[in-house]
């Protein structure tokens, strides 16, 4: 069974802080990874993704990924309000089948 | 530019009706996706194309079918629409297997 796991929150951080956002995957021979942000209403908006073991860095957006312990995570550096949004973890379990999405962790910066 | 379309925005159908919802891409992606959102079960697959003439089941396909006749268009159809299948439907596109994928606006569909 290929499963993403993210704590669905909400995550609450105040305004300029950093936000953590995480996610296991079951399946340690996965290929890549992604990271989707979906404001309320909208459809999901791809921000990062990372294909090899350690960080990858996107003006304020970080993903870390360490294949061994099946986790990559999302860092999001002097959050603002707007960043309030949920955040999708993906991952390619192998290049033939479609992505796999968690259920999403629901982000909130307070100003 | 180019884009990945859908519609209707929004559709409120009978039960036992059949449902068809459009999903155009001018992207020249082989790769479609149809996924279902429902609060506290996230994205799921419905079904998905790898090419013209290759469609394939997902982890929640039954009452639903798509046929690719051309690399722009996926539709999707409700055989006979069921209560259950009241949800967003977000249509997807990407170019490799290993990419991420570039989402349409989504169709709320409503089967009362």
Request: net charge negative.
């Amino acid at each position: 069974q290929k499963e993403v796991e993210q704590n669905s929150g909400p995550l609450s951080v105040p305004e300029g802080a950093i936000a953590s956002l995480n996610c296991t995957y079951s399946d340690r021979g996965s290929q890549s990874f992604f990271w989707y942000r979906q404001y309320s209403g909208k459809s999901p908006e791809l921000i990062m993704f990372i294909y090899s073991n350690g960080d990858k860095e996107d003006g304020r957006f970080t993903a870390q990924l360490n294949k061994a312990s099946q986790y990559v995570s999302l860092l999001i550096r002097d959050s603002q309000p707007s960043d309030s949004a949920t955040y999708l973890c993906a991952v390619n379990f192998s290049g033939n089948t479609p992505l796999v999405f968690g259920k999403g962790t629901r982000l909130s910066v307070i100003a | 530019d180019a884009e990945i379309t859908q519609s209707p925005r929004h559709k409120i159908t009978e039960t036992g009706r059949q449902v068809t919802l459009a999903c155009h891409q001018t992207w020249n992606h082989n790769n479609m996706f149809w996924y279902r959102q429902d609060l506290g079960h996230g994205l799921r697959l419905i079904h998905y194309s790898y090419g013209v003439q290759d469609t394939n089941k997902g982890e929640v396909s039954d009452g639903y079918s798509v046929s690719r006749s051309n690399t722009e268009d996926l539709p999707l159809t409700l055989e006979s629409a069921a209560s259950s299948q009241t949800s967003v439907y977000f249509c997807a596109s990407s170019e490799t297997r290993l990419d991420g994928y570039t989402f349409g606006s989504g169709t709320r569909l409503t089967v009362v």
